[in-house]
Structures are given as structure tokens and as C-alpha cells.
């Protein structure tokens, strides 16, 4: 922060405006930051799992995918890294970047908070539709034993 705060000071000459566009960049960058993570995690994550599961040839591995599971678990990684991160734009000598910032992690908690309830509820769909199945295929192996 010191430094680039620094930086827009001797191009701008007016401290409390280098202290703001200083505070904006870093949120900018970290902003930035996660819509990549969040790219390279849906991207790589999914990648290996459906690696794993091709190979597993296994039913709850193709529903995790059908429903999605592994997307939703990489939506957690960026706002926990945006989450970790944005406390670098604070600037002890102005309290209204220490307001900002917890007003962005607070809205980050909640981010979280939804995308891992998202997560949640995605695996309990994955494992009650793989129960079903799993129940369905017992009674018709019954039934044939019957006949």
C-alpha cells in the first residue's frame, strides 16, 4: 500500500487522492486476481475429476459432475483468497479504507457463506439422487430374483 500510495503522490501531489486510487488498484488487482483463480480452479478442478471418474467409471462420479459438484467447490477458492487478500488496502491513517475494507469482507463473508450453502445442497442432491438410484436398482434386482 505504502508503496504505490507513494507512487500516485508524486504523480498526483494530493495525498488523500493517492491514498484512495492506491486502495482502488489494490481492490481492482485483487478483484482481478480471483476472476482468474476462479477460471484456473472450474477449469482444472473439473478437469482432474472428470479425469478420476472417466477412469472410475463410477455412478456417484457421474452424477457429481452432472450436478455440477466440482464447479461449485471451486467458486469457494477465489473469495476466500479476495477474502485473505483485500486487507492490504487498508491505510492506518485513514480510517474510511479501514471501513471500506470490512465492508468488502463482509460482503466476501457472505459470498462464502452462499457458495458453500450452493456446495452443500449440490452434494445432498448428488447423494440423494444416487441413493435413489441405488434404491431403485435393489427392488428391480428383487423383483427378478422373485420371477
Known sequence: MSLLKKYYFDIINNHGFSVALSCLTIILIVLLLSFIINRLASKYIVLIAKKFFDKSNSMLGKYLLEYKFFV?????????????????????????????VTGLQLLLQIYITVTIISFLVCFVDVFLTTLRILLILKIIHYVAMLK
Open 72 to 100: 461449485k467447490l471451486s467458486h469457494i477458492i477465489p473469495g476466500i483468497f479476495a477474502y485473505v487478500i483485500i486487507g492490504f488496502a487498508t491505510d492506518n491513517d485513514y480510517l474510511w479504507t479501514q471501513h471500506l
